[in-house]
């Protein structure tokens, strides 16, 4: 059954626009046009999600918003406020007045989808936190990415597996490689110092809305917490308590994560790593990276990891007769290989010239395909093994 959304806006032709734009996401679109008809519809109807425009003649939205919330019957709906004011100040009284999350009017299609995605998966996860939705077990997944050793494509297979998952639910990339953090770049975004703004907070100052601030959102609808490649970000310290913080927060903001852990095992991210459900080590077909992939395999065990959890990827970037075959790495790895994905080099400079994932700029090509049926491996074995167990 689709999700109904109450549009709330006092101009017919923004409230049709809006509408439309939502209708060809599948959702059942139910309209007000003044303030007085938005407490009505919502107290009769219980739409899933309201969008709420501010300025209205009878009734502006923030005191629309304050009423939705003071009445037990409307008080759970999320709400998002939509308006043409920018300002810092308006925003703050959107959220102040009970709002979910804020739009400033014109507002690209994809955006308007991708944020109306994410409180509706967040609103049904706090549901089923507290017992009010059935079906725990659809619960999100979070993947960490994890390189045997630097070149073998790691950032290129975490956007991609993201975009990936991306198509069908609401998720994030975060790129925790401060200094290194090449996905920005890639994925053609301007402001990559999302985690790096997190990560210099007082742990009481990271919660869900600070997090939510520093997301950026791709044209594709993906949103990305981002590292930069200054070179003085990464001579900041990392607080693992921070990182930890940051990922809980981002569980709370889409249905799935994907987490570029970056190379090797280290102090920061052998923490996180523990705290992803499904975790992908990225390893090329050749003697030394798989050397490597099997000497981290024997230390994630150590840490308590279990092999459930854990997943091997070959990635060959590049045809040749010195790569080891599937079967031979299995065998030096003592570990089952969930996925070869083929050369592709071409695909991966115009992809990146272009700004999007390799599977957006041409899902019909065989990359495209590898990466799709390993995202499906990854969230059947994610549901298999349950979530992480976090501290």
Request: with cysteine.
């Amino acid at each position: 059954m689709a999700e109904k959304i109450l549009v709330v806006d006092d101009e017919i032709d923004s409230l049709k626009l809006i509408g439309l734009m939502l209708q060809r996401q599948g959702y059942e679109i139910t309209a007000a046009n003044s303030g007085a008809q938005a407490l009505a519809k919502a107290g009769g109807e219980r739409p899933d999600l309201i969008i709420l425009d501010v300025m209205m003649p009878d009734m502006d939205g923030y005191e629309v918003c304050k009423r939705l919330r003071t009445n037990p019957t409307t008080q759970g709906i999320p709400i998002i406020m939509f308006t043409a004011k920018s300002l810092v100040d308006d925003k703050v009284a959107g959220f102040e007045a009970g709002a979910d999350d804020y739009l400033t009017k014109p507002t690209h299609p994809a955006e308007l989808a991708s944020r109306v995605r994410a409180v509706l998966a967040r609103s049904a996860a706090q549901r089923r936190q507290t017992g009010s939705l059935p079906g725990g077990s659809d619960a999100g997944l979070m993947i960490g990415i994890l390189g045997a050793k630097g070149g073998v494509g790691t950032s290129t297979l975490a956007s991609n597996i993201a975009a990936a998952l991306n198509s069908k639910e609401p998720t994030i990339l975060a790129d925790i490689r401060m200094g290194q953090g090449s996905l920005g770049m890639a994925l053609n975004q301007g402001r990559s110092t999302g985690m790096a703004n997190l990560l210099s907070r007082p742990l009481a100052e990271i919660n869900a809305r600070a997090v939510e601030n520093e997301l950026v959102t791709h044209s594709s609808g993906l949103k990305l917490l981002l590292s930069s490649i200054s070179p003085r970000e990464r001579q900041l310290s990392v607080n693992a308590d921070a990182a930890s913080l940051i990922l809980k927060h981002l569980r709370s903001l889409a249905k799935n994560v994907v987490v570029d852990l970056g190379i090797g095992l280290t102090k920061q991210n052998a923490r996180l790593a523990k705290e992803v459900d499904q975790l992908v080590i990225v390893v090329e077909p050749y003697r030394v990276p798989l050397a490597m992939a099997r000497e981290l395999l024997r230390a994630l065990e150590q840490i308590g990891i279990s092999r459930t959890r854990t997943n091997v990827v070959l990635v060959n970037r590049s045809q040749s007769q010195a790569a080891v075959s599937w079967q031979e790495s299995e065998q030096l790895l003592n570990h089952e290989m969930l996925s070869v994905i083929g050369p592709a080099p071409d695909l991966a400079i115009q992809a990146s010239d272009a700004g999007v994932p390799m599977i957006a700029y041409q899902p019909n090509a065989m990359f495209a395909t590898q990466v799709a049926k390993l995202t499906e491996e990854l969230v059947k074995h994610g549901r298999s093994a349950g979530p992480a167990q976090i501290a």
